[in-house]
């Protein structure tokens, strides 16, 4: 069974930073496109974040360009967002997952981790 585990969340002041991961296992994590997306209470899913496989390649939405970092390490099978500048809004569970190059849907899906930004 394909298993993709997030953590790294909690509880943090505005303008402060966290660091999430997503440990993968069960399936070839280095050949799959990794994404983050999040989900804030009473809204829809917004993709955040996703890098190539080799992870040389990288794209943000505006709302998060400038302040959070993805990364990879594929001999690890893990992939990380590294969260700065923290803002109220980023508020919301953020969930990993994996689709393969030129598909547009996801294979498989973290059971997410809640990041909260307050004072």
């Known amino acids: 069974e394909v298993h993709l585990v997030e953590s790294g969340g909690g509880l943090v002041q505005p303008g402060g930073s966290l660091r999430l991961s997503c440990a993968a296992s069960?399936?070839?994590?280095?050949?799959?496109?990794m994404s983050w997306v999040r989900q804030a209470p009473g809204k829809g899913p917004e993709w955040v974040s996703a890098?190539?496989?080799?992870?040389?390649?990288?794209y943000y939405a505006d709302s998060v360009k400038g302040r959070f970092t993805i990364s990879r390490d594929n001999a690890k099978n893990t992939l990380y967002l590294q969260m700065n500048s923290l803002k109220p809004e980023d508020t919301a569970v953020y969930y990993c997952?994996?689709?393969?190059?030129?598909?547009?849907?996801?294979?498989?899906w973290g059971q997410g981790t809640q990041v909260t930004v307050s004072s």
């Open positions: 997952a994996a689709k393969s190059p030129g598909v547009e849907t996801y294979d498989y």
């Open positions: 069960k399936f070839t994590f280095g050949t799959y496109v």
């Open positions: 890098i190539s496989s080799g992870g040389g390649i990288t």
